[in-house]
């Protein structure tokens, strides 16, 4: 008997319930900072969104602003090398290994 065969059904569903929330956990955190980036891109440098008023200098939000930018554009760019190299290949092995695993459990 191989090693796939001795495991259990409940034991492939408790790990098929982890690998889901841990991986919902890291999306749900990936959606708001894509939120908060759109804001950052929309209001500061496409003025769609209006800025929030304070009461710092003209310099020292031009500064502020410049670094939100800086950010947003760097979290959009490891956004989509995070989507690239872990969330594409784990999509495609699930889909490629689903009819396989799905066998072995019936």
Same mark, same amino acid.
């Given at each position: 008997?191989? /090693?796939? /065969?001795?495991?259990?059904?409940? /034991?492939?569903? @408790? ?6 929330? $841990?991986?919902?956990?890291? $999306? @749900? !955190?990936?959606?708001?900072?894509? @939120? ?16 929030? +008023? ?12 410049? =670094? ?15 989507? !690239?190299?872990?969330? *594409? +290949? *784990? ?6 290994? =689903? +009819? ?5 459990? /019936?």
């Amino acid at each position: 008997m191989s /090693e796939i /065969e001795k495991v259990s059904k409940s /034991e492939i569903r @408790v790990w098929r319930i982890k690998r889901w929330f $841990s991986l919902n956990a890291v $999306s @749900v !955190m990936l959606f708001i900072g894509m @939120v908060l980036t759109a804001w950052a891109v929309f209001s500061i440098d496409i003025p769609l969104i209006p800025k929030v +008023p304070c009461c710092f200098s003209d310099e020292t939000l031009e500064g502020l602003d410049r =670094a939100n930018l800086t950010l947003a554009y760097s979290y959009i760019a490891g956004a989509i090398i995070y989507g !690239m190299t872990v969330k *594409y +290949p *784990y999509n495609l092995k699930k889909r490629r290994l =689903a +009819p396989v695993i799905n066998a072995k459990i /019936e």
